[in-house]
């Protein structure tokens, strides 16, 4: 099969794809070339009743509970398309800040519904991209041909919608995400036509073992690297240096050598950490010196590129001296120790604390094979065979995913055992979040906020909300 592209956005209940939902999704096939394949997907996805959505994501989207259960698919049904139809072999699967967000709800919902939650990515010649850094790199290198928006004060965005605007692409609705898939379309279509070398090498990047290849400790050398950490003012693009192996596997600590190193080489390890963990409090005041190193994952699909790639005009509209890089490289290469000491400053960070919620488990392990063949099991049967189904699970993180799954999905098939078990857990869940939830409807009330919006959160609640005993 030949490759395509699958662009897609998802529309959710708000920011947590642990503990919120999908509540639309959408995506429009392509082939390499940018031209549509079959028709688009555009679903509403049923908000489970245990779900409390955050007023603000529904206020952004104008899609209501209410809405997604009259015309939406079960989380199951949801997962069985995206199988079946989305995340075929050979898939480039794209999005627009994808990486970060989209594919973590796409992630976690597979969890939840006993599928593997990886394998749509990588399998079977499947790949992701995300578009977001593609146009910070492109705004930074090679702007030629493109309307850049910036914000009232100046300062460049690139929000996707106002890419749209400033371009004149269709985008007929913003935060719909069909809508937006088509000006993510328009957009990847604008930079492949004005910039093709740089759309196809950054293409070619989306590969873990590319940017591994280019951002490698075994040969290291500068980079260019563009990234929402950095500083706006230069485009969000710096020149990097690869110190270190990261304290997560996958990843490499890179120093931005705009900086001066100096302040730093002769720090301990307990000093770095106190820069890395400091408060907002701490790193707004006039005296703090953040260290200029950030964690780069190679399976990200980071914007990276080559120092080559600098000609004069972009290291003058990037305020790139290849001197000072040059000077603080040579200071670096001066302390070959500083790299271990920022990891080990690294590692001093906060451990990871698994919640209790079997739902924030994704990344407690991995599945193991034995029980890969009982997840089938689970997606492929009915309500009624559920029902007498008991899978001696392995992992007992499935077991209890198993209970919620059924009460979702399939709630009839509950046992008097199971269904109290359910009910305790959503009363537990809606009483701690439904007092800050109901401030923030009344907030927006003041505000002037739509009415009907609010008032179906409030009947939302209101019919969600467990009886009392």
Known sequence: MSQTYFFYDLETSGLSARDDRIMQFAGIRTDMNLQPVGKPINVMVKLSDDILPSPDAIVVTGITPQETLADGLSERELCQLLNTEVFTPNTITVGFNSVRFDDEFIRHTLWR????????????????????????????????????????????????????????????????????????????????????????????????????????????????????RYDVAYEKTTVAFPIAPGAKPGSVLVYDLRHDPKPFLDASPKALHALLSADREARVQDDFVPLPVKELSYNKCPAVAPVGVLDDDSKKRLSIDMNVIQANLTQLSQNPTFGSVVREAYEMREPYVSNSDVEHKLYDGFIEAKDKGRMSVVRESNGAQLAD???????????????????????????????????????QKITAQLPNYLARLQKLAASGTDSYLLEELQLWAESIIPEED
């Open 113 to 228: 519904n006993f599928y593997d939650p990886y394998e749509w990515a990588w399998s079977e010649g499947r790949s992701r991209w995300d578009m977001l850094d593609v146009v910070r790199l492109t705004r930074a290198l090679r702007p030629e041909g493109i309307e850049w928006p910036v914000d009232g004060t100046g300062k460049a965005v690139n929000k996707l919608e106002l890419l749209a605007k400033e371009n004149k692409l269709i985008h007929t609705k913003a935060h719909d995400a069909l809508s937006d898939v088509e000006a993510l379309i328009g957009v990847a279509n604008l930079i492949k036509t004005k910039q093709p070398k740089l759309y196809e090498y950054l293409l070619t990047m989306r590969s873990k073992k590319s940017v591994a290849h280019l951002v490698s400790l075994d040969d290291s050398k500068p980079f260019v690297y563009a990234s929402g």
């Open 389 to 427: 189904f008991n899978p001696d699970f392995s992992d007992e993180r499935l077991t209890e995913l198993l209970l919620r799954y059924k009460a979702r999905q399939f709630p009839e098939t509950l046992s008097e055992a199971e269904y109290e078990l359910w009910q305790t857990y959503k009363k």
